[in-house]
């Protein structure tokens, strides 16, 4: 049995691996893509971490991971569907039914980029429209592209295409971007990102491939010619194998402060997945340390 599994391998994940190897605590990360390093890995630039100004964001995830094995971190490569209570502690099941026994849990398993949920988006999903600029940008070049969403990483997303494409498209439904100040003045900045507010999608159009998309804009119908649409509009948690087992709020995230504590007892969730003001590759590591923290009071506790 372990004294702890880490479900997920993204920044929350790595950072309470390399805590719990500090601790000596008998650990394992499964993660559900080999040598993941989770949303990170597909930011082009990190501004923001303390440090490392500058880096991407997959040399980022890969010092990430590194630190973790020169520590002697364990991985086990598996998508967990089913956390059960077994005993002192829970059973993890995997999607290929294999099953580990742990003291507790830290549940870092991340979130995923929310769809539009609009005429078109599935047909043309992978043919024009994509949910990672920096993934597929390049097959873009010189050509014409929207991006919908008013956050930062839609304006990140923005910005890193205007390097590429003739043209981007801004589309978000609000007149004010929700994104910081420092991004918003950047893509004002740039002449060949067009705003376009106060607009909300509803169908994307084309023939085998995307050419347009229809929008809704101060009460007016418009298309918009293009090539490629990039959404940017949230995110949705992996939570499921906690239905049931833990709290979630009413849009799926799991209840837990900073100290990772859920309404499980010894199950303790970081990252992303977790209800947050600020979901940022600081505050993961930070949560990634504070609930082995908390694993650690909980198994003394409880022996």
Known sequence: MYDTIIIGSGSAGLSAAVYAKRAQLNAVVIEKEYMGTGQIAVSERVDNYLGLYGESGFDLGEKFRQHAEALGAEFVEGEVTAIEKSGIGYKIILSDE????????????????????????????????????????????????????????????????????????????????????????????KENIRLVLNAKPFEILGDGKVSGIKISQDGEEKFIELNGIFTAVGTVPNSSALNGVAELDERGYVIADETGVTSAKGIFAAGDVRTKQLRQVSTAVADGANCIYSAERYISESE
């Open 98 to 189: 294999r099953t580990f026994e742990t003291k507790t849990v830290v549940f870092a398993a991340g979130a995923r980029p929310r769809t539009l949920d609009i005429k078109g988006e599935d047909e043309f999903s992978g043919k024009g429209v994509s949910y990672c600029a920096v993934c597929d940008g390049a097959f873009y070049k010189n050509k014409i592209t929207a991006v919908i969403g008013g956050g930062d990483t839609a304006l990140e997303d923005a910005l890193f295409l205007s390097k590429i494409c003739e043209t981007v498209y801004l589309i978000h439904r609000r007149n004010e971007f929700r994104a910081n100040k420092t991004l918003q003045n950047a893509v004002r900045s």
